[in-house]
Nanobody
Framework: QAQLMESGGGLVQPGGSLRLSCAVS????????IGWYRQAPGKEREPVSC???????TDADSVKGRFSISRDNANSTAYLQLNSLEPDDTGVYYC????????????????WGQGTQVTVSS
C-alpha cells in the first residue's frame, strides 16, 4: 500500500508561484503514475495533472501552460509547479498513485495523500 504526503502549499498573491511536493513510500515509485487533483470549497474534486511511469504528462485544460508536473524517481517524489496563480486555483491539492498510466477514470487512483492547502488571494 502506497503512502503519499503532500507539502508546499500556502498563501500566495495572484500571479505568484508555488511548488508542491508529493513524497511517496511503500511502493516502487518509478513504476507508478502520479496524479494531482484539487478541491475548491463547495466544489467536487477535479483532476489537475498526471505523469505516467515513462514521464509522459497530461494536464487539465484549466491549467495548461501554467502548471507543470514532474517526478524524481531517485527520491520517490513528484512535483507540481504552479505558476501564474489565480484566485480560482484556491483549494486543497491532493496527490494520488495509480497504475503505470494516466487516466482520469473515477476510482483509478487508489492511494491518496492528505492534501495541502493553496490559497491565492491579495
Amino acid at each position: 500500500q502506497a503512502q503519499l504526503m503532500e507539502s508546499g502549499g500556502g498563501l500566495v498573491q495572484p500571479g505568484g508561484s508555488l511548488r508542491l511536493s508529493c513524497a511517496v513510500s511503500g511502493i516502487t515509485f518509478k513504476y507508478y503514475a502520479i496524479g494531482w487533483y484539487r478541491q475548491a470549497p463547495g466544489k467536487e474534486r477535479e483532476p489537475v495533472s498526471c505523469i505516467n511511469s515513462d514521464g509522459v504528462t497530461t494536464d487539465a485544460d484549466s491549467v495548461k501552460g501554467r502548471f507543470s508536473i514532474s517526478r524524481d524517481n531517485a527520491n520517490s517524489t513528484a512535483y507540481l509547479q504552479l505558476n501564474s496563480l489565480e484566485p480560482d486555483d484556491t483549494g486543497v491539492y491532493y496527490c494520488a498513485a495509480g497504475d503505470w498510466y494516466c487516466t482520469w477514470r473515477p476510482g483509478y487512483f487508489t492511494s491518496w495523500g492528505q492534501g495541502t492547502q493553496v490559497t491565492v488571494s491579495s
